[in-house]
Each structure stands twice: as structure tokens, then as C-alpha cells.
């Protein structure tokens, strides 16, 4: 079989199908790329309903004693964003991107399991739609609350019948754990595909970083996520079994929720950063035209996360009364976390020194990411020391600083993702302009928003509040994050507009617009449901630059 | 004040931070964590402090480093070529994986004594017991060897740093999980149902110390506030005894007491001396004691008592003392009896 003839038979000329069967496809697909695709874009519509919430908190918090919003909704808003984010905009982001990249630069037709992999997805979208379905059914027949208002994390015993009677909770519990099931499905997806589906020559140590990044990630998702849904089976039989497990009037344990909880909890920022540390480590080498510096290390560090990120958890319960002992223990873990995150920031600025840095919209997301991860890692450092954590924890501090991780690094390396990736994607190039509005707005609204969140947690404002009391000091900071936000919407507006018109009306891209050197570039754009006519052969990490420098190629260093 | 390389820099970002590093005496905010106002208060400030001046230097070095690159090797006219490509260096990242473990020891161990100190404290002789207990949405105090019970005011005496009188606190949960925190006198600790914890403060000043609960605890958890009022010695030994009284009725308000009595209003709360013993809300025997009500959401003026009694929901909406649906007379009788609670 000769390659032309794979290649030639690629749709061109064929008249689209119409379009409820173009649909039905969709539906039933079982290609990586399309579910990565569906992924992404089901992400961005909960990302979506995530900020309205978000917006919503804003508007209400603008001055004391607002009246916007109940206290009721306000605390349906917090819930629910939370949840939203974390679970049905952060996750499935990164699950989209790891599904339409990881077969592509590993030089694969598909995942290994392709039905499971549209199982995931189902899964996961279902749960989505359960927990936006209890708007509609949360009330039950008790007339309780609609959405749910336990917070994200549903510390018990809140969550127990007596104290949230009606079904939010239950829609909240199995949204959970039916998408649950999903991660873990994908999870398990992902690890096999790296493991054996790897083109000829591609070692583990010649994969690209996105791989070994994702692959880490994968780990994570199953060792997390499993106790989460154990947690909330537990919780199912406390609320319909009438088991005790977290019925602390019968007995049960409050405490041991929230080790199940921050079990999961904490890794799942590893399984949300990792991926934007994964995108940061394709972009910032093509923008700066130089090779990812220390690659080992770079990998070392990443299993050194992964596997610290195991036993830090409960420094999100330094105030909940552990002993000396327990609390001294998770601040050496969680500092020493700092250390494999450090080199990572160095080994990303080496990458860029003595290049040649290219100032496109992807490239811009990343330095932002490089500047706000730092101050980040910085204030998670601060965070990390109990005493420390016994005044901000639990403050409008500990929202800003998770934030500047979730939105300063997650959602920034993802935006610069979604711009680096789009043109193999769609296979049609974005608006530059319109990507660097849409950067400038947003980093704008970025930091009025998170930057002065820190101060009102400086200066004793919990988080969860509803309203507060005037003359505290609060009330300026607040007005500016709430400025933030509509900067942040508008940004996103943008980005939103650009992606659509350039579908339809941008530059035809090229299969390979960034002269970049992993395998993905190597085939056309959008890539045919094969992949790869002929399945790739490489010899070192960067297959592409070998090809377009066959006088100096990569295997003589590596 | 030690002078500290961090107040400098403090004092060059702008007004706003200045405002933290402003001596106790006059606090930015009534709730700022860098005017503490008691030992393990001031202890994390210390700490804190440190840690600030670590990450704000490698803040600095890194954020210089960004900026040299981001600025030095922008792209240059000459196209074409691609620069150097470099592999990596074993130096450079041992470098800056061996100096980050240093800083990281020497930080571990500045927060693991700030640990010892503050959870390892004695327990004196002559120190003040307190019992909180977290209700959905307000405080309940009980000093168990004064024989006080109070609700959501929190009185306790001033500690001369010579001559320590810390108070104790013993943290308990009605229902679900709250969080004790006055920023000014130590961090917070957790009120969990089932699984008692402890916490000390000693103020070095007299003065009312505010805060609120810090743990999401339900739909009214914002206006769940803390007032914490330092008195001196014989300050706190005069309130102690009026609050060891039973409560003193009149007969002019026998009406209101008939009403209080003869309503739901005992299911809930007490009175001491009299047939009200419940325990589910405040303790109302010197209820006009205190400056607040509804667990410091409003003053505790004629006006609002009325109000809070006619529909407590329209003070608070989501509490869980209901409105009885009393007439005007009835609740302008049971405010004349609750005013007489001194």
C-alpha cells in the first residue's frame, strides 16, 4: 500500500453530508479528535456558566450589605461555580486537549480504547447536565433550596439530610460521581495509549513533555479521583441508608470527609496544572525557537509532583486541630513541593534565554503564566507554613491564591493553547489582533480581580460570605476585584469571536504554521480520521526539527 | 519594630501595604492579621514576616530574570537563522534545585517553631476557661467554673504580659462545622460537631476585638460575628458577677413574661430563675448586657429587639429562629419583659 494513494483519498471534494447526519457523526464518534474536540467545547460552555455564577458573586459583593442576591442564591452561586469549574470546565478542558493531542504526537491513529473514550465523555456530560438539572429537580418534594449550597468541597455534616433536606445535594453528589467515572475511563485511556501505542522509535524518553505531562496527570486522575467516589457512595448511604459514616450525631466523622475530600482535593490541582505545565513546555520552546532545556529534568520534576502531591493534603486542614506533629509534617511535604515547581520555572526561562521570542498570542499567555505562577507558587509558600495558614486560611487570601493557580496558570496556558493549537484543529489560522485584545483584556481583568483579592484576606475576610459588615477596610478592594471582572468577561467575549469567525473566515493555516517540531505539524490540518498516512518514525524528541535540519539533527545530543 | 528588609519594601509598594505594617495601636482595619493584639497572634506575624521577606526576595531575583529575558531576547530583524539550541546544563540545574531545598529547610523550620509555640502552650493555673459552641448562627460562651452562660459577646480579661492570664477556649459544634476567628488576637481554629478542639488567646490591650466565623457553616454563615470585648481585671470580675445573677423580673412585665413563657419562645432559649430553660438558641438572662443582637448583625436598640421578634428574617434572612407571628401588642409586651433582662 502506497503511501500517495492514503493521502490522496483525503475529503476534498465531497459534498458535506447534511447536516443532522454531520451531527449524527458527531454523536457516535469514536475519534479521539472529535471527542477532544467535544470535550473542549463542552468545557467552554460550563466555563461559561462557571463565570456568570462567578459575575453574579461579584455584583453582590460590589459594597456592604448588598441585596443583589438572597443569601440563599448567593450560596447556590458559590457552589455550583466551584463545582463547575473544578468539574465540568477545568477537567474536561484538560481532558480534551490530552484526547486530541496525546495520539497525535505520539505518532497514534487513535486512544487505545476508542468506545471507552466516548463513554468517558458521555459520562462526563452527563454529569454535567445532572448537576444543571437540579435548578429544575433540586427542590424535590421538600420545596428546599434548588441548586446546591453545601460549597464545593461539602464539608459534613451539611451535607447530611438534616441539614440540606430536598435532592440539591444528591444532584450535586451524583453529578460527581457519574462524571467520576468518566475521569477514571479516560485516565485509564490515556496511560494505556502512551504506553503502547508510542510510533516506532519513540522511547519513553523521546516522547514529547505533553506526553509525559499527561501521562502523570492520567496517574493522578485514578489515584484521586477513586476516593472521591468512594467519599460520595459514603455519603449516598448516610443520606438514603441511613449510614453514619459522616453523621456526627450518630457518631460519625466530620474530619474524615474532609481527608477524603482533600485526598482527592489536593492532587486534582495537580491533575488541572500539569496539563497547563504541559502546554507551557510545547509553546515556550516553538515561540523562543530553541529545544526545552533539560528535558530529564523537567521529567523527574514532574514525577517528583505527582508523587508529592499525594501527601500534602492536609494542608487545607491546618485549622481543623491536628496535632503539632500532623501540621509540621504537611508543611515540610507541601514546601517541599516547591522544589520540583521551582526548577520547572528556570528550566522554562533557560528555554527562552539566548532565543529568538516570538510574540504571538500563544507565546503572550505563556509569559503571563511564567509571571503569575510564580506569585502564585510564592503565595502558596506563604500558605504552606500552618501558622501562616491558621490567619489566611479560609480568608479571601486562600481565594485569590487558588485562583491565581486555577485562572492565572490553568486558564492562561489553556487560552494560549487553544490559539497554538486552533489552526490543526480548524485548519484555519486565528485573527492575531483579536488574540492579542482578548490577552491584554483579560490580563487586565486578571489582576484587578485577583491581585487585590489578597488584601480584604489580609485583613480578616473569610471567604463565603455573602455580605459584610462595613468599615472593616473592605470595601474599596472589593469594588476594584469586582471591576476585574467585566474586563475578564469582555476578554473572553473576544476570544470567543475570534475562534468563530476564524472558523469560518480565517487564513487557510498549512499543516504546519508555527514551524514547530513535534508530529502533530507533520500531518494536514485538520488531520485526516487516520492520523498519519504512514505511521512516523522518529529518532529523537523533536522529530520535525530533524527533517528540516538533516545537517544537524537532534540525535546527536540527546 | 525590628527594622526588616521587608518593611522597606513594604513601604515602597504604595500606600495600601504600608497600611499593614502600621504599629497595633492603629490597625488599617479593625480585622487586620498584622496588628496582633496577642501572643499567638503576634507569633504568625513574626513568621509571617520572615516569610515574606524570603518569597519577596525570590519574587524579585526571579521576576528580574523574567524581565532580562523577556526583554533581552525578543526576536531580532535577522531571520532565518535559529539561534543556539541548548540542551540543558547538570550545573545550572543542580543549582537551582540544591538552593531551593536550602530555602525550603530554613523556612520548614522557622513554621515548625511558630507550631510548637502556639499548640504546645501550658496551660496555667490561673488561666480563664471558656466553652464556645458553634449554633447555626451565633455563639454560645459558657465559663463552666464561673457559672456564666452568655451568647455571642465574648468577655474575657486583659493579659499583662508579666503576670500571663491567657483564656483557654474549648471549641464545640452544635450542628455543623464553624471556624473561631479574631484576627487581631490568634488564627483560627475549627469547630467541628463530634471532635472537640482547643485554642488560646492572651490580649495585651483592652478594647473590643472583632471577627466572624470562617467556616462555611449554612445560609446565614456571613452575619455569624465574633465580638470579643478585653476588659481589665476588675472590669471582667464586675461582669462576671452581674452575669452568675438570675435574672431580676419586675411585675409590670408580667404580661410580656406570660407571653414569652406561654409561646415557643422556652423551647429555645433560657432565662435563669425562671420556667424558660431551653438550649437551642442565645441564653436571654442578661440579654440586655449586650450591645448586639443576632449574633452582632444589629445593635441591640428597642427598635430592632422589636423587629427581631415581629420577623427575625427580615434582620437575617435564613436564621433559624422563626417568626411566631405575634400581634403588635404582644411583641411590644415580650420587648418590655426581654428589656428588663439586664
Known sequence: MSTESITWATPQAATPPPLVEQLHHWVATVDHKRLGILYILYALVFLVAGGVEATIMRIQLIRPHNHFVSPEVFNRM???????????????????????????????????????????????????????????????????????????????????????????????????????????????????????????????????????????????????????????????????????????????SAVIWMHFFWVFGHPEVYVLVIPAFAFASEIIPVFSRKAIFGYPIMVAATLCIGFISMSVWAHHMFTVGMSAAENTFFVFSTMAIAVPTGIKIFNWLATMWGGQIHFQTPMLFCIAFLFQFLIAGLTGVMLSAAPFDW?????????????????????????????????????????????????????????????????????????????????????????????????????????ACNLFWSYFRGQVAGSDPWDAWTLEWSTTSPPPAYNFAALPEVKSRRPLWDLKHPEDPDWHYE | MRLSPIRAILTLCGPAVIAFAQPAGSPFSPTNIFAPASTPAKSIVDLSLFVLEVTAAIFVVVFALLAYVVVKFRRKATHGREPAQVYGSTQLELAWTVIPVLIVVILFLAAARVIGVVQNAEHPGNAIDVTVIGHQFWWEYRYPSLNVVTANELHIPVSDPAHPTPTFLTLLSADTDHSFWVPRLAGKTDLIPNHPNSMWIDPHETGLYLGQCAQYCGTQHAKMLLRVYVQTREEFNRWIQEQSRPAQVSSIVSEGQRIFERTACINCHAVAGTVANGRYGPDLTHLMSRDTIASGAVPNTPENLRRWIQDPSTLKPGCKMPAMGLSDPQVNAVAAYLETLR
Open chain 1, 78 to 252: 458559590f457552589t455550583m461555580h466551584g463545582t463547575t469549574m473544578i468539574f465540568f470546565a477545568a477537567m474536561p478542558l484538560v481532558f480534551g486537549f490530552a484526547n486530541y493531542l496525546v495520539p497525535l504526537m505520539i505518532g497514534a491513529r487513535d486512544m487505545a480504547f476508542p468506545r471507552l473514550n466516548a463513554f468517558s465523555f458521555w459520562m462526563t456530560a452527563f454529569g454535567g447536565l445532572l448537576l444543571y438539572f437540579s435548578f429544575v429537580g433540586g427542590d424535590g418534594l421538600y420545596g428546599a433550596g434548588s441548586a446546591p449550597d453545601v460549597g464545593w468541597f461539602a464539608y459534613a455534616p451539611l451535607t447530611s439530610q438534616t441539614f440540606s433536606p430536598g435532592h440539591s445535594t444528591d444532584f450535586w453528589i451524583l453529578a460527581l460521581l457519574v462524571s467520576g467515572i468518566g475521569s477514571v475511563g479516560t485516565a485509564i485511556n490515556i496511560i494505556a495509549t502512551i504506553l503502547s501505542l508510542r510510533c516506532p522509535g519513540m522511547t519513553l524518553g523521546k516522547m514529547p513533555l505533553l506526553a509525559w505531562l499527561n501521562l502523570t496527570m492520567a496517574g493522578l486522575v485514578i489515584l484521586a479521583v477513586s476516593p472521591l467516589t468512594a467519599a460520595q457512595v459514603m455519603l449516598l448511604v448516610d443520606r438514603f441508608l441511613g449510614g453514619h459514616f459522616f453523621d456526627t450525631q450518630a457518631g460519625g
Open chain 1, 391 to 495: 490567619q489566611l486560611g479560609s480568608s479571601y487570601f486562600v481565594v485569590a491564591h487558588f485562583h491565581y493557580v486555577i485562572v492565572g496558570a490553568i486558564l492562561f496556558t489553556s487560552f494560549g493553547a487553544f490559539y497554538y493549537w486552533f489552526p490543526k484543529m480548524s485548519g484555519r489560522m486565528y485573527n492575531e489582533k483579536f488574540g492579542k485584545l482578548h490577552f491584554w483584556l483579560f490580563l487586565i481583568g486578571f489582576h484587578l480581580t485577583f491581585d487585590f483579592m489578597h488584601i480584604p484576606g489580609l485583613l480578616g475576610m473569610p471567604r463565603r460570605i455573602y455580605t459584610y459588615e462595613p468599615g472593616r477596610g473592605w470595601d474599596i478592594w472589593n469594588l476594584i476585584v469586582t471591576i476585574g471582572v467585566f474586563f475578564q468577561a469582555a476578554g473572553v467575549l473576544v476570544f
